[in-house]
């Protein structure tokens, strides 16, 4: 439960009531009363669309979105905001531009503009259908992206606020390609929901694991969409955004190293490149986007043994040790491979097939895992 002052409710033109009175039933009032005054609430604020409302009154409470299957259906289908802006060239000092497509508007008829805002509300559909997350904060933050940043600018971020979008074309990416790809989208809001949860330092192992988890949920955001079997995923993140030159695609999780010519990642710890974490950036802040190919992989192998739709499987093993509170801001590869094995033992029972797949992930890429107790 959230400690701290509630954020206050604000009053509904359709009823009678006071939240503040409901509010105050709801956290002193018997069982029966806080039931009747919560459903009030939660069901007001998801009538009005008042998501973030909605997530801080779940929060306030303990509840789960599952905790409250009596809300209207369309208050889970409604998404946070979602506002595309261009630009056009400039560079930081510049963001977030021009605002070219809101929440409701009709397509731009400007591909980048219209595939980023396609590809951030289908990221929050994902998290919002599979993980009843309320946008990438958990509480309604609205999406903002911007597109057309620098001068063929080969590269894509999430900077702490939002999403900015070059339009390759530099010698890295084809033009156009960054927004093409869903699991870039998606990589890139994921560093959001990372920020919003464990809160993984950019560096070293910890880092490389951020990287995975944005690769991880980018692939399951993009087989979702296609309704791919994990034993039918190509597990190729930015498939055919590459200069066809340089390779097929910008990572491979099921065989790191093999995505392009030149890709030095790992498949298992054998291979660990150990790198300083220091402003060099060919030292990639301690191996961040060099390392993150050995949990990719041990995802990806857990996934497959499995087969069947991966974000059903491990998917929400990942996600629980991602946003559960448990996962340290600095740990390693060794800690979140026995924080998922546990998440596993405990959403599917000790010894299941889920947790020996889990298990066999991290072993795949010699990733030291507590002692089995059997
Ligand atoms: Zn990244």
């Known amino acids: 439960m959230v400690s701290g002052r509630l954020v206050p409710v604000i009053g509904c033109r359709c009823g009678i009531a006071p ?35 909605l997530s801080v009154t779940l929060r306030r409470f303990g509840l789960s979105p599952a905790d409250v299957a009596f809300l209207p259906a369309q208050a889970p289908a409604a998404g ?55 946008s990438i904060d958990g509480r309604g933050l609205d999406l903002v992206s911007s597109v057309h940043f620098g001068q063929r600018y080969d590269n894509a971020f999430w900077n702490g606020d939002q999403m900015v979008y070059g339009d390759g074309g530099g010698g890295v990416f084809v033009a156009g390609g960054l927004t093409r790809s869903p699991d870039v989208i998606a990589h890139e809001l994921t560093h959001g929901v990372t920020q919003f949860s464990a809160g993984l330092a950019y560096r070293g192992q910890s880092g490389a694991l951020n990287e995975s988890f944005s690769d991880v949920f980018g692939a399951l955001v993009t087989q979702r969409a296609r309704g791919q079997d994990a034993r039918a995923a190509s597990w190729l993140i930015g498939e055919g955004i590459l200069e066809p030159s340089l390779g097929r695609a910008l990572r491979s999780m099921i065989a790191p190293g093999t995505a392009y010519a030149g890709d030095d990642q790992p498949a298992d710890m054998d291979a660990y490149v150990d790198l300083p974490a220091d402003d060099d950036p060919r030292n990639d802040d301690g191996g961040v986007h060099v390392n993150s190919g050995i949990p990719n992989r041990a995802f990806a192998e857990a996934a497959r043994t499995l087969g069947g739709r991966a974000w059903e499987t491990v998917g929400p093993v990942w996600y629980e040790v991602l946003t559960g509170g448990r996962l340290r801001p600095t740990a390693d590869f060794a800690a979140c491979a026995a924080l998922t094995v546990t998440v596993a033992g405990e959403r599917y029972g000790e010894g299941s097939a889920q947790q020996d797949a889990v298990r066999g992930g991290w072993e795949a890429v010699k990733v030291r895992l507590p002692a089995d107790p059997r």
């Open 80 to 134: 946070p905001d979602n506002t595309v802006y261009d630009v056009a060239g400039g560079d930081e000092a510049a963001l977030p531009g021009r605002r070219v497509r809101g929440t409701t508007d009709p397509p731009s008829g400007d591909p980048a503009v219209d595939e980023a805002f396609d590809g951030a509300a289908s990221t929050a559909a994902f998290y919002r259908e599979v993980f009843g997350r309320d």
């Open 19 to 53: 939240p503040s009175l409901l509010l105050a039933v709801a956290e002193r009032g018997d069982a029966a009363a806080r039931d009747a005054a919560l459903r009030t609430l939660l069901t007001s604020a998801a009538l009005r669309s008042r998501r973030a409302t």
